[in-house]
């Protein structure tokens, strides 16, 4: 730039030089070396990226840069002779003659030999910031003033940037929800947002310059010193970009749990520290409360567990001796039999047919969550092309038309889904109309437990839908048709009622559950909820 080479000072000085050499007849005598020294300093002055304009002392444009002609949208030559005025917006057009004469009269000076920020006009009529230096230069028979123009338009729009970035950010901060506070590297709060000072029970006032350790409990409150020392000499993180659960105390003295994470930011001239805290005071009631039940509920079903394989384990000896004893009676000693105790007789055979039934039921219920295994990956529309194959004589015996979809693969026990399916098709063939061909239809939808949230197992379910047009029941009876061993239909149709709580058993493990919607005479539509990915702790449970 020409300031490189001069100073403002000098410029007006060098341009007028020039401009006498221009406009008067230069001497034969003169030396060449100041006509080329003039040659080099026009050149200079018409090359320069700032403008530079002279006028007189009736505001008239005399002489005009390429650089200030190209600022304010000109030609030089449209410029030159016209009032410097017509370069200015309101109010300084109407009374920038007034400005000079007041100068020519008083000496005052407003702008003359100081500098300061103006707007410009462009020939378009856009206004523009510029930085403009006056300087006034006394000629032998007139006085001038010379100014230099430099546009800051891209230095104003990437102050009003700084701005509106500096701006956001603080709103952000002044907003957030979680707490924000700045410390030195003394460990000297230095700001703090009203999210951090309210969780701590403070007014943001009341924590500006105090030492953070103010908001710790012991031992971290005697102890905090030492770590940022042994951090500024070793370089040793604990905490700093890593991020974990501390404790804090408040104003009344009572203690929190929180989530602390520190950011290290490097400034011009110094460093300071940046924590987020988070606080977690419910979320850690809220596990404490989870640990509590999942142990009670873990020890409740083990119990459960234990008692129904025992107890139908032990059942199954005495039951084995009826069953032994009745046979000999049946084969040995059933022509010798009145017909009442050939009653009794096959009575009681049934009946120990039916107890083995329960029993095997009751083990089978049991060992959904006992005898389960790691899940694996799960082609539910495999395995109802297996279950169908299984059901082929059931479905061709009752004319039972299926109608299916695609069905999704999950994370999933083979045996069991295999379970779930077979248990529920059979119940839509079993519970027909007399009078009506069964038709079963079979089909899944993939949904979100919440909006925007699939991050986490358990986010993605899959709702799988199996349809009948049977004999339907009352939804008043929904909840008591997964519980085990009930039956609404009494000895009409074969089973233990223990089939639809397997269903419901394995659904939950596997991170769902499983309702119905049924209308009497209509048919019955059950709805399954299987979650599509599983935490790894429960793929082994």
Known sequence: MIDVIFSKRELPYLWHSIYITETTS???EEPLQNLED?????????????GIITIDQRGIIETVNPAAANIFGYAPAEIIGQNIKILMPEPDYSRHDSYIENYLRTGEAQIIGKGREVLGKKKDGSVFPFLLSISEVQLQDKLIFTGIVHDITGLKKAEAALRESENKINSIIQAAVDGIITIDTRGIIEMVNPSAAKLFGYQEDELLGRSINVLMPEPDQSRHDGYMNRYHRTGEKRIIGIGREVTGKRKDGSVFPFYLSISEVQLADRKVYTGFVHDITQQKLNEERLRRYAAELERSNRELQDFAYVSSHDLQEPLRKIQAFGDRLLSKEYANLSDQGKDYVDRMLNAASRMQNLINDLLEFSRVTSKSKPFVKVNLDQVLTEVLSDLEVAIEKTGTEIIRSPLPTIEAEPTQMRQLFQNLISNAIKFRKEDENPIINIYAKSLQRQAHLTATPGDEVTELYIEDNGIGFDEKYLDRIFNIFQRLEGQKYEGSGVG?????????????DITAKSQPGVGTRFIITLALKHPEEDQQK
Not at 500 to 509: E, F, G, T
Request: with cysteine; charged share 30%; aromatic share 0%.
């Open 500 to 512: 639809l709580a397997i269903c419901r058993k394995i659904a939950v493990r596997h991170g769902g």
């Open 38 to 50: 003039r040659t080099r300093l026009k050149a200079i002055i018409d090359t320069a990226i700032d």
């Open 26 to 28: 230069s001497s034969l």
